[in-house]
């Protein structure tokens, strides 16, 4: 996707500073940060000679066209502009780069590519599963993934630029600095805690900028943020930043402004700016099993002794995700069909039906769930035996039979039961964080986070259900998983394993009781988008008890902030 030219400004703005030094960006596409480089350093010498110190390369030939048409000015006729066409995997100091002379076409002229001081990109997106395709398109061949995955034991399912910043570290002076845009995803997932430890051992990771107001990028489905890393390791801090207004609405002068705060570390009314220690923001996230982004706003609540009344998630839960067979229209059957009762199943399908805390199965649909063979069934159960016949010769989307891509010839109609869920979160909730009780027992959809008590009979488990849905788990909800393009907060059964939960042991029974009492009325209402739930009077008086209970020394006000920041910086409100 073609950079906006205000989102190169503030990035370029972040990294150089020292218009000496040599600059490239390696994956150009349009030529957008090469031209911001220029004019940028063109603020501060003269056109011919900025020239040779910007650089551009694309692995695909029209990208370099049109990078070079763009850049392109009548001071720098007769001169050559250093953007060609390589593979940025190919880039290595000293390498011989073909160029068109300008003055003697069929003369061609030669340079060394150099060490650089900065490396500045906005870094292809290409997702792990397409990786492959990619590789074939030139001669980079299978990008060595395999030893690459074993020697910084990122994972198979990383994306290209991991694999990239790592590679673009060769081409960067020893004090050098990068500053690249990437999606966002990294501060929340598994194969992004690989990669902030890939980052960590060969960089340190100056400043994060994200933003606070929407996507940069309007036409993609991702959220973007900027990364700037340096090679010079002595700096142990890192700046986590959150634009407050979105950058296209950026003026020339607020994007200077920006820079300066975050240079001074300095909040204002465009940017909240957050200075971590390296040690202790690490400490902190694996303390409270958060991903990286509760660092982007004010947690000066937790503490030590916060974190001494937390215990494992999975210490309490057997934590897994609902039910994929692959076929739904098979699966899940409307209520009113023929097929034979003790083969339908309530079926919890989708969180948008649910409103309300404890909840009923789907009214409209059930699930089909049948685990007898053919034979028996094609003598004792006309209805069940005809579902499933329907079936055998249709195809999935890639044009392969059912019964070989569900499963075994078998039981590739059989819907494999988890064991039944204590409670449920959505897989990618919006506007409310809610942790549901079901009612009864029932298929559970994909699209759910099942938890399930490891000890029946340990612990209240009404208790469980109001802690599951504290202020304070929900702000370790929000924390553990990063905002999708469209807003939804993308979390999975792997990082909600991680998480904390408070120890319900710490509670006397008469606290339990009072507790109990008090969230009485929030479940028995609908619960309201997070911006107004924390406002209503039920809530506000279960929390405060809760906090006391528990011997907090911060307040509601301190939790309720941090998650609502959480949660606007997500949405883009």
Not at 230 to 241: I, P
Not at 254 to 266: A, G, T
Not at 285 to 305: H, K, L, R
Request: a neutral charge; one cysteine or more; hydrophobic letters at 35%.
């Amino acid at each position: 996707f073609t950079t906006p030219e205000k989102l190169a400004n503030l990035l370029v703005d972040l990294v150089i500073d020292n218009t000496d030094g040599y600059a490239i960006d390696p994956c150009c596409g349009s030529g957008t940060i090469v031209k911001s480089l220029r004019d940028f350093y063109e603020e501060y010498s003269d056109p011919v000679s900025v020239n040779k110190k910007i650089w551009g390369s694309d692995k695909f030939d029209f990208p370099v066209q049109i990078s070079t048409i763009s850049n392109v000015k009548p001071e720098l006729i007769g001169n050559i502009l250093n953007i060609f066409q390589e593979d940025a995997f190919n880039l290595e100091p000293k390498k011989e780069i073909k160029f068109v002379n300008p003055n003697e076409p069929t003369v061609p002229v030669l340079k060394q590519l150099p060490e650089f001081d900065y490396v500045i990109s906005n870094l292809p997106f290409v997702s792990f599963n397409k990786i492959n395709e990619y590789s074939k398109m030139k001669d980079i061949g299978k990008l060595n993934i395999k030893n690459f995955n074993s020697d910084y034991n990122i994972g198979a399912r990383s994306d290209l630029y991991f694999y990239l910043i790592v590679h673009l570290k060769n081409i960067l002076k020893q004090k050098g600095k990068a500053g690249f845009i990437t999606s966002n995803s990294w501060l929340g997932t598994k194969e992004g805690d690989n990669f902030k430890t890939l980052l960590l051992e060969n960089f340190n990771i100056e400043t994060i900028v994200i933003s606070g107001q929407g996507k940069w990028f309007e036409n993609a489905d991702i959220k973007t943020l900027l990364l700037i890393l340096s090679k010079d390791t002595e700096n142990k801090t890192t700046k986590f930043v959150t634009l407050n207004k979105n950058i296209s609405k950026f003026s020339a002068d607020e994007i200077k402004k920006v820079k300066n705060n975050i240079l001074l570390s300095q909040h204002s009314e465009l940017a909240n700016v957050y200075v971590r220690e390296k040690e202790e923001f690490l400490d902190l996230a694996s303390s409270i099993g958060s991903s990286w982004m509760p660092f982007f706003v004010d947690i000066s609540w937790i503490n030590q002794s916060f974190i001494d009344k937390l215990i494992p998630l999975d210490s309490i839960f057997t934590i897994s995700r609902g039910i994929r067979k692959g076929w739904n229209e098979m699966f899940y059957v409307s209520s009113s069909t023929d097929i034979e009762e003790e083969y339908l199943s309530p079926l919890y399908r989708s969180s948008a039906e649910y409103n309300r805390l404890e909840i009923e199965p789907s009214k409209r649909e059930v699930a089909f769930d049948c685990n007898e063979n053919l034979e028996y069934l094609s003598k004792n159960k006309p209805n069940a035996y005809s579902w499933i016949k329907q079936f055998e010769t249709k195809t999935n989307t890639s044009g392969k039979l059912l019964p070989e891509s569900l499963g075994k010839p078998n039981n590739w109609y059989k819907l494999s039961q988890t064991p039944f869920a204590d409670f449920m979160i959505s897989q990618n909730p919006y506007k409310k964080l809610l942790v549901f009780k079901p009612s009864k027992k029932g298929i559970i959809d994909q699209r759910f986070i099942c938890l399930t008590i490891k000890k029946p009979g340990e612990h209240n488990n009404d208790l469980l259900h109001i802690l599951l849905n504290s202020l304070i788990f929900q702000f370790f909800l929000e924390a553990t998983g990063f905002g999708r393009g469209l807003g939804a907060l993308d979390i999975n059964s792997k990082n909600v394993s991680a998480m904390k939960f408070l120890n319900p042991k710490l509670l006397s029974e008469k606290q339990i009781q009072k507790l109990l009492k008090l969230f009485e009325p929030l479940k028995n209402r609908e619960q309201e988008n997070l911006e107004y739930e924390v406002l209503k009077q039920d809530r506000i008086e279960f929390e405060e008890y809760l906090l006391h209970c528990f011997g907090f020394n911060f307040s509601y006000e301190n939790v309720k902030k941090s998650l609502t920041s959480l949660y606007k910086i997500r949405i883009g409100e």
